[in-house]
């Protein structure tokens, strides 16, 4: 049975930083995309990063370029979200996706999500 299980969420100032991880156990990805995206109050889930496996290719959306970078440990099984210069419109419930064929920002295309973490920015 494949779980994930996310950590590391929490409250934090505007400005500053949280580590989120993404433990995978049941199977391993190694051909396969895994993606973080996070779903604030009232609004629609929304892509924030992802990453291959195989090769470490990444992409981010718009909105965190140049602040989040995502990266895996293949050994730990584990995704990493490394979030910086955080921003209260950053508060959301953030969630660990895994097992895409490629890189995509459409959650349909996920086929294992885990049971999210809060993330808060207070200004």
């Known amino acids: 049975q494949v779980q994930l299980v996310e950590s590391g969420g929490g409250l934090v100032q505007a400005g500053g930083s949280l580590r989120l991880s993404c433990a995978a156990s049941?199977?391993?990805?190694?051909?396969?995309?895994m993606g973080w995206f996070r779903q604030a109050p009232g609004k629609e889930r929304e892509f924030v990063a992802a990453?291959?496996?195989?090769?470490?290719?990444?992409s981010y959306a718009d909105s965190v370029k140049g602040r989040f970078t995502i990266s895996r440990d293949n050994a730990k099984n584990t995704v990493y979200l490394q979030m910086n210069s955080l921003k209260p419109e950053d508060t959301a419930v953030y969630y660990c996706a895994a097992d895409a064929v490629l890189i995509t920002t459409r959650p349909g295309a996920y086929r294992y999500w885990g049971q999210g973490t809060q993330v808060t920015v207070s200004s």
């Open positions: 049941g199977r391993t990805f190694s051909n396969y995309a």
């Open positions: 990453i291959r496996w195989s090769g470490g290719s990444t």
